[in-house]
């Protein structure tokens, strides 16, 4: 990990000075802002609790009010009743409220939220390094060579693809150790990207469907909350203008195709 930081700070820094000042500035702003949004929401998604069933009193009739205990269950490792939508998580020996999975901590209802922003900020540092990496690659990239260039109009396209994958692998050994080290950290970044994304994607289409991963998995066609882009809302916090705006807005949408259905 610290070889890539290094890495990418030798071997983009001064390609993008290099460039100008504003953009070297520009680039140091964007990576700090990345770094501390990448680092917070690491440190929430670990650290914080995933979220413990409220303690609930229970035992005898007079002890428990009516309705109090509706579709609990008994958690026989905790030995007390378990809320609906509660998991009981083995590795941290207890009920965890919402639990999609647990890797180092549990991810439950109280962090979810942070782990799901800790992908989407990978995914965006991550992009970002790929784009800078091979842009800075392409800025120091040595000369190409095309000795055939003038018998491509009479070639096919097949021969004139391998002309260029040749030029470019040919010119990649002179390559330098600041160029080799960022081909390097281009292919880290996009392999990483591509593994984070699919994890997010898959969380965000759980989502939007109202399920965490362990109910999804537990029972598929169950719905255990609110579905659709109203539960994407609710779940990330929206301030009220933007959850008005976007629910406003998907609410016209399906009065204005009701509407539409009724006069056909
Ligand atoms: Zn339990
Ligand atoms: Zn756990």
Redesign the pocket.
Known sequence: MLFVICGGVWAVYPVVFSISIFCGMFHCTVTALLSIFTIASYCLASFKSAGA?PGIRWGSYPMVGKNDLENYTF??????P?PPR????RSC????IDMDHHCRNCVGASNHQAFVIFLISVVTSCSYAAIMTIYASYLIWPPLEFPNVSSYGQMGSKKVLMEIITSVASSAFFLSARGIILVYLAFASLSVNAGIAVLLCQQLSLIYEGNTYLSHISSPTDIHGEKGLRNLVRFFGCPYPLSRLLLGYTNTGKSQNNSGSKLL
Request: proline share 6%.
């Open positions: 069933p958690c026989t490792y905790c030995s007390k378990k509660a998991h009981h998580c020996k207890t009920c965890v």
